[in-house]
T-cell receptor, first 116, second 116 residues
Framework: ETGVTQTPRHLVMGMTNKKSLKCEQH?????MYWYKQSAKKPLELMFV???????ENNSVPSRFSPECPNSSHLFLHLHTLQPEDSALYLC???????????????FGPGTRLTVT | TQLLEQSPQFLSIQEGENLTVYCNSS?????LQWYRQEPGEGPVLLVT?????EVKKLKRLTFQFGDARKDSSLHITAAQPGDTGLYLC????????????????FGQGTTLQVKP
């Protein structure tokens, strides 16, 4: 595998289910991101992890819970979601440059989530 | 709130035509990136511009960063059906070497359709 991979690619879940999205990067990067992409809206940054430490949490509801066990893996745990949470969830990664996170991000293909 | 506004939001043209997509803001960015996203995939980085007035070319694509680093444009010459996709601009605040979270501000995107 190369680049950034995400599984599953498609997920349909009920409002009472618990599921997890997985992201893996094979680029040797140090920072990972979760984004939400809804129709006709800009990409919304949800979480940022730098060296496995969460450095940004953009007022995301607690029904979304991220986990970053190491610099190559990122999870998004989902529970009691709402229909308006249906969207494409994108994972991205970037590397450090000059002791700061590079702004050049590499995205996975996304997980298309439908909440029924 | 920092906003990046892209125009037009949707563009449908014939193969061989030229087009320009604009990305405007009232805020200054340290760098700006352009991504292309195809259906069912994540965004792919095309270019990063850093210096005010900078022009970069990628085959038939020409990217320009405004002198004041508040706006950018993407010009495509002789568009081809393979250019079809969602074009996203994204701006970064912060300077290299300083602490930052790699946070990007995304525009809402321009959907380009090139008909054969």
């Amino acid at each position: 595998e190369t680049g950034v991979t995400q599984t599953p690619r498609h997920l349909v879940m009920g409002m009472t289910n618990k599921k997890s999205l997985k992201c893996e990067q094979h680029l040797g990067h140090n920072a990972m991101y979760w984004y939400k992409q809804s129709a006709k809206k800009p990409l919304e940054l949800m979480f940022v992890y730098s060296l496995e430490e969460r450095v940004e949490n953009n007022s995301v509801p607690s029904r979304f819970s991220p986990e970053c066990p190491n610099s190559s893996h990122l999870f998004l745990h989902l529970h009691t979601l709402q229909p308006e949470d249906s969207a494409l969830y994108l994972c991205a990664s970037s590397k450090f440059r000059d002791r700061a996170i590079s702004y050049e991000q590499y995205f996975g293909p996304g997980t298309r989530l439908t909440v029924t | 709130t920092q906003l990046l506004e892209q125009s037009p939001q949707f563009l449908s043209i014939q193969e061989g035509e030229n087009l320009t997509v604009y990305c405007n803001s009232s805020s200054v960015f340290s760098s700006l990136q352009w991504y292309r996203q195809e259906p069912g995939e994540g965004p792919v980085l095309l270019v990063t511009v850093v210096t005010g007035g900078e022009v970069k070319k990628l085959k038939r694509l020409t990217f320009q960063f405004g002198d004041a680093r508040k706006d950018s444009s993407l010009h495509i010459t002789a568009a081809q059906p393979g250019d079809t996709g969602l074009y996203l601009c994204a701006g970064a605040r912060g300077t290299p070497g300083s602490s930052n979270t790699g946070k990007l501000i995304f525009g809402q995107g321009t959907t380009l359709q090139v008909k054969p």
